[in-house]
């Protein structure tokens, strides 16, 4: 599904990140993306799905068969790529439903499918508010404006639900969740487990993994993945730290 | 004192008569006096009057306002019930009109036919020519007025339904100058909405006088959606006495060249105002918002928000000025205005002003000029939303921040928000 070589990036206004990825994320496989603050995790999540601010400067990424980087960030999306922010954007003004439908229905127009009215999309939406354990009004307040740090990321696993994608990339999705929380995302995830869609997971610590378990492993480090395994590497790396892996793992 | 070079196309065309006479020669000459504002005056330094210069279109409106059809005003038709009043080029339309019943106490109906009948209404419709100084446009007003509209509430009057004002032009090359009357007894109750709109090259020049008994409430909702090469200036002048609350509502999309400018003063303890606009231009539009509200009594309550969103090579001006005098205190003044800036050629002044003479007071303003918000806008496009309609949904949610101002009327933000998203589907 995903072919990623010989990725290098950097910030548009300088510093090269990411120095020479290599990783092949198939359908039905989840994917965990390890490694300290500073290697280059988020910046790889970034890069895939499109955000403005960076460039690649060598390498390439095949998804499905298309060249990824060719494509713009909506066209990804609509292509089915979804990115949880580590940090979602708060939009005054833009009605989270509105939004939702926005949204929903640009990827079913791009896909030749009928776009769901009003009536059809509420219903769609409760359903899945109710696996999540999100209450309805939610709908309409305003994009992630006055929400907690937990409702923002139930709120982005929750449009990971309604829009159905193939690769779901999370970035961070555990920073800043007590205990409770952190169980019902993990729950939404898993219930999106299935073997036409990949999840690739972005984290720096291993609790995450105790709940959706990856694998794959792949550890991050100066730019590029220093190692991979399945999910017993994990485990090793909570041991033992990323210390393990140099200096610029530190 | 010599009359302005300017102004002489004007003589020619002024021939006053009847009962308003001597208002109207003592207006005109005033506007001689006067001339067009020019740049050196503070008011007009932003504006460019170089369109209403090259076009000098025929001083007054025609004599009787052409059979329009409904299918021209359609666009602009408020979708609830409505005491609907029509003008087209400056004159009365009958045909379009429906005031429908109303209710007792209530006086709805054109400026020229009201004036004719109520000789108390047609004199304050001229109370003040020069309403509040250096006003050359509201003195020719003053002189040249064919019609408008007169809304008059007896003392502790609700009117339900609002009061829906059409203005339709497009006789080319002509100017119309209307002159509008609000007039709410004690305690009495009412929402008025008007709507300017036509088609091809004129010149329209209204005045509203706003006058607000004790206790009084007026909603009073503007959209300027002029033709595109059309002139606008509308100036309102509001007069609050205690307790009274006026809120307005000034959309700007259409027309060349516009301008706004509103005037309230308290007269009274314990009145409030808010003044709220947006303005949404393209192309080689410029349009002012002028604001000036004089805290003259102590205890009155000013918020004020304005909005725009300037693209292309547009130009838009916001002047906001709030005075305070020495014996208002407890007054509480807010203003506020933000520009988004969607292109490099787009261009916005803005001058928020507060002159507070009290110490007793909370007070406070501001002006932001940006442009949409980058992680945002990836925010939407990360979800597949295309970029073009991302901007929009950024735009529109820009410009309801000013509308849901707007609290207790769903109906009324509904339909400003319309014309918003209107605006947002045109191409230049």
């Known amino acids: 599904m995903l072919e990623i070589k010989n990725l290098h990036a950097k910030l548009s206004e300088g510093r090269e990140i990411l120095k020479g990825i290599d990783l092949s994320v198939k359908a039905g496989e989840v994917h965990a993306i390890m490694g300290p603050n500073g290697s280059g995790k988020s910046t790889l999540a970034s890069v895939l799905s499109g955000k403005p601010g960076y460039e690649v400067t060598e390498g390439r990424v095949s998804y499905q068969g298309k060249d990824l980087l060719a494509l713009s960030a909506d066209e990804r999306a609509r292509e089915g790529i979804f990115l949880a922010f580590q940090y979602p954007v708060e939009i005054p003004g833009v009605n989270n439903m509105y939004f939702l439908r926005a949204a929903l229905n640009a990827g079913r127009r791009h896909r030749g499918e009928a776009e769901l009215d009003a009536g059809q999309f509420l219903k769609a939406v409760r359903a899945k508010l109710k696996e999540l354990e999100i209450g309805e009004d939610l709908l309409q307040r305003a994009v992630n404006v006055g929400f907690s740090g937990g409702e923002k990321k139930r709120n982005e696993i929750f449009q990971m639900a309604m829009l159905e994608p193939k690769l779901a990339l999370l970035d961070e999705t555990d920073s800043g969740l007590d205990i409770d929380a952190l169980r019902l995302v993990s729950k939404g995830v898993n219930a999106q487990r299935a073997p036409d869609r990949a999840i690739v997971m972005i984290t720096h610590y291993q609790r995450l993994l105790d709940y959706i378990e990856p694998d794959h492993v792949h550890v991050l480090s100066g730019g590029k993945i220093v190692r991979s395994g399945d999910k017993s590497l994990a485990t090793e790396l909570e041991k033992h730290g990323y210390a393990m892996f140099g200096d610029a793992a530190a | ?185 004690a305690g009495s109750r009412a929402t008025v909405i008007e709507s300017y709109a036509g088609s091809g090259r004129y010149w329209t020049n209204a005045v509203a006088i706003a006058d607000l008994a004790a206790g009084a409430a007026l909603r009073h909702v503007k959209l300027q959606d002029e033709a595109s090469d059309a002139i606008h200036f509308g100036h309102v002048r509001a007069r609050l006495a205690a307790d009274a609350r006026y809120e307005s509502f000034v959309l700007t999309l259409g027309g060349r060249l516009s301008r706004h400018d509103s005037f309230a003063t308290f007269a009274g303890e314990g009145a409030a105002c808010g003044l709220f606009g947006a303005y949404l231009l393209k192309g080689e539009q410029e349009a002012t918002n002028a604001t000036f509200v004089d805290h003259a009594v102590p205890k009155c309550t000013t918020n004020e928000v304005f909005k725009g969103v300037v693209d292309e090579r547009a130009h838009g001006v916001f002047l906001g000025k709030i005075a305070v005098r020495p014996q208002a205190q407890k007054t509480d003044a807010h203003q506020l205005n933000k520009n988004l800036l969607l292109s490099p050629r787009a261009n916005v002044d803005t001058k928020p002003e507060l002159e507070i003479l009290a110490d007793d007071v909370k007070c406070s303003h501001g002006a932001t000029v940006g442009d949409l918000d980058e992680t945002a806008l990836f925010y939407l496009e ?44 045109r191409k230049e």
Do not use: C
Not at chain 2, 137 to 145: C, P, V
């Open chain 2, 382 to 425: 990360s979800r597949g939303i295309p970029a073009d309609e991302a901007r929009r949904m950024l735009i529109e949610a820009f410009a309801a921040d000013a509308i849901d101002r707007i609290e207790d009327d769903t109906a009324l933000r509904v339909h400003l928000l319309a014309h918003v998203q209107r605006w947002l589907g």
């Open chain 2, 1 to 185: 004192m010599s009359a302005k070079p300017e102004t002489a196309p004007y003589r020619a065309a002024f021939a006053p008569a009847g009962a308003l006479a001597d208002k109207r020669r003592e207006a005109f000459a005033r506007f001689e006096e006067l001339g067009f504002p020019t740049r050196r005056d503070e008011a007009w330094r932003f504006t460019n009057l170089r369109p209403l210069q090259e076009f000098s279109p025929h001083p007054s409106s025609p004599q009787r306002g052409a059979g329009r059809s409904e299918g021209a005003i359609a666009p602009y038709l408020f979708a609830g019930e409505t005491h609907r009043i029509v003008v087209v080029n400056g004159r009365f339309a009958p045909t379009l009109s429906k005031p429908g019943s109303l209710p007792k106490g209530v006086t709805l109906g054109s400026a020229a036919e009201v004036a004719a009948s109520h000789p108390a209404l047609a004199a304050r419709l001229l109370d003040q020519t020069d309403t509040v100084g250096g006003q050359a446009f509201a003195s020719l007003n003053a002189a040249l007025f064919a019609d408008g509209f007169v809304l008059a509430l007896d003392p502790g009057v609700a009117l339900d339904k609002p009061v829906e004002i059409i203005h339709w032009g497009d006789a080319a090359e002509n100017s119309f100058h209307l002159r509008n009357l609000i007039q709410l007894g």
